[in-house]
């Protein structure tokens, strides 16, 4: 027999609630877990780090066979060069761990015990710490120029100081605007945690 209309389950406004509340879960659910894809982006870059660190080797094996033919401004360029690669390095590193520890997951703390600055870094001071590597790097390279000024023309000397006065007012803009972020927000802190006070009896 075919059933009847009146014994036909009618939807009710809590069973659609339910229905919605369980596809708004498994959206959440599914957005939060695609946090683990940035992992193959942090795996990419130790890799590429891996890679940097055989050319680096590479630079100070060159530089060691040529040292005693190097004028001073050579050895000194070597040198920057040597530093130039250890900053880059370490923003990596900064960028892997903090990019974690951030979005990812937390690390597990007897593993990361010697790193303080771990976990004290949010993505507002990450942004800034980026952007003084960036302009450390500027300026070892705007150094390497004027070593070599002889060798570059005036219009690319003053283009790299350009660039690097760029890199340095974006730096104290994020600086100033990170800053100006963690003081409304400790306020906010503040104001919560202040405790109301007692309206005096008449």
């Known amino acids: 027999m075919l059933q009847s209309d009146a014994t036909k389950p009618v939807p009710t406004p809590a069973t659609t609630q339910s229905t919605a509340s369980r596809a708004e879960t498994l959206i959440e659910r599914t957005i939060l877990a695609s946090r683990w894809l940035l992992v193959v982006f942090y795996l990419g870059l130790a890799a590429a ?17 040529k040292v005693f033919t190097y004028s001073d401004n050579e050895v000194i360029l070597a040198m920057l060069g040597l530093i130039d690669a250890c900053l880059v390095a370490s923003l990596m590193v900064m960028v892997m761990l ?72 974006s730096a ?18 503040a104001a919560i945690a202040k405790p109301a006070k007692p309206e005096a009896s008449a």
Do not use: C
């Not at 780090?49 to 066979?65: C, E, H, N, R, T």
């Not at 520890?101 to 710490?129: H, M, P, Q, Y």
């Not at 104290?172 to 802190?189: C, E, W, Y």
């Open 172 to 189: 104290v803009f994020l600086a100033i605007v990170d800053r100006i972020a963690d003081g409304g927000k400790s306020a906010k802190a």
């Open 98 to 169: 903090s990019g974690y520890e951030n979005f990812v997951s937390r690390l597990d703390r007897g593993d990361a015990s010697e790193l303080g600055w771990l976990g004290k870094i949010d993505t507002g001071s990450l942004k800034v710490k980026v952007a003084s590597a960036i302009v450390a790097i500027s300026s070892i390279h705007l150094l390497q120029v004027f070593l070599n000024a002889p060798q570059y023309e005036n219009e690319k000397i003053m283009w790299s100081t350009l660039i690097h006065l760029a890199f340095v007012a």
């Open 49 to 65: 780090l891996a890679v940097y660190a055989a050319a680096f080797l590479g630079k100070i094996w060159k530089i060691s066979l």
